[in-house]
């Protein structure tokens, strides 16, 4: 019998795209391409709540889309049209982005 698990969320850029990332952001701030890592895989241990709190406060409004395994916090500075969000995935990877207003009507 099979059974229908849902995988995890996970970054969806490739190996060599994610350490490109990694080497850039090292370089921008002057350290280690090890301690990027190991800060990459210290966010992942941290609980979801925890971190949704340290990095958006504890009234951070997000809800979590099971079906895409995403939290979506709302990005409660945008003052434009639409709602405007960042999603986070089981692996602390992220995107961001703008749901236009005419989606909800």
């Given at each position: 019998?099979t059974r229908?698990?849902?995988k995890?969320?996970?970054d969806?850029?490739?190996?060599?795209?994610?350490?490109?990332?990694?080497?850039?952001?090292a370089?921008r701030?002057?350290c280690?391409?090890?301690?990027?890592?190991r800060?990459?895989?210290?966010?992942?241990?941290?609980?979801?709540?925890r971190f949704l709190?340290g990095?958006?406060?504890?009234?951070?409004?997000?809800?979590?889309?099971?079906h895409?395994?995403?939290?979506?916090?709302?990005?409660?500075?945008?003052r434009g049209?639409g709602?405007?969000?960042?999603?986070?995935?089981?692996?602390?990877?992220?995107?961001?982005g703008?749901?236009?207003?005419?989606?909800?009507?």
């Amino acid at each position: 019998m099979t059974r229908n698990v849902k995988k995890k969320s996970v970054d969806p850029r490739s190996q060599e795209e994610q350490e490109s990332s990694r080497r850039e952001f090292a370089s921008r701030h002057g350290c280690d391409l090890d301690d990027v890592r190991r800060i990459e895989d210290g966010l992942r241990r941290i609980p979801i709540e925890r971190f949704l709190e340290g990095c958006f406060g504890k009234d951070h409004g997000a809800f979590y889309d099971a079906h895409e395994d995403l939290w979506i916090v709302p990005d409660k500075n945008y003052r434009g049209c639409g709602f405007a969000f960042m999603a986070i995935r089981s692996d602390r990877s992220w995107f961001s982005g703008v749901v236009p207003p005419e989606v909800f009507q």
